[in-house]
């Protein structure tokens, strides 16, 4: 059982990206996927999750109108699509799976992935 996510890198103050979280050995659709980050010297915060009815629930306030989950059955994989994104968004972001509900708590979350990093700066 993997997670993969991918899409990290280097973008400009108020542009945009879409980090990918792929899956193997598990079937994401079943599942409620979190995305969380972790800026240096933070701690892992929410983002946001998408659960297994493809209702969203936002954990950040800064991202709420900035942030945006979706999947594709068919590739096995979650999106977050992000915008308008601020040198503040700058951290590692993992996506991670749960069998239940949405939860806020990453402790929650059994499955996670790697991380992918984005930096936001001209």
């Known amino acids: 059982v993997q997670l993969q996510a991918s899409g990290g890198g280097l973008v400009q103050p108020g542009g945009s990206l879409r980090l990918s979280c792929a899956a193997s050995g598990i079937t994401l659709e079943s599942y409620s996927i979190g995305w969380f980050r972790q800026a240096p010297g933070k701690g892992r915060e929410g983002i946001l999750c998408?659960?297994?009815?493809?209702?969203?629930?936002h954990y950040q306030d800064s991202m709420t109108n900035r942030a945006t989950a979706s999947r594709d059955n068919a590739k096995n994989t979650v999106y977050l699509q992000m915008s308008r994104l601020e040198p503040e968004d700058t951290a590692v972001y993992y996506c991670?799976?749960?069998?239940?509900?949405?939860?806020?708590?990453?402790?929650?979350?059994?499955?996670w992935g790697q991380g992918t990093l984005v930096t936001v700066s001209s």
């Open positions: 998408i659960n297994w009815r493809d209702g969203i629930t």
């Open positions: 991670a799976a749960t069998d239940t509900w949405c939860r806020q708590n990453p402790d929650d979350y059994n499955i």
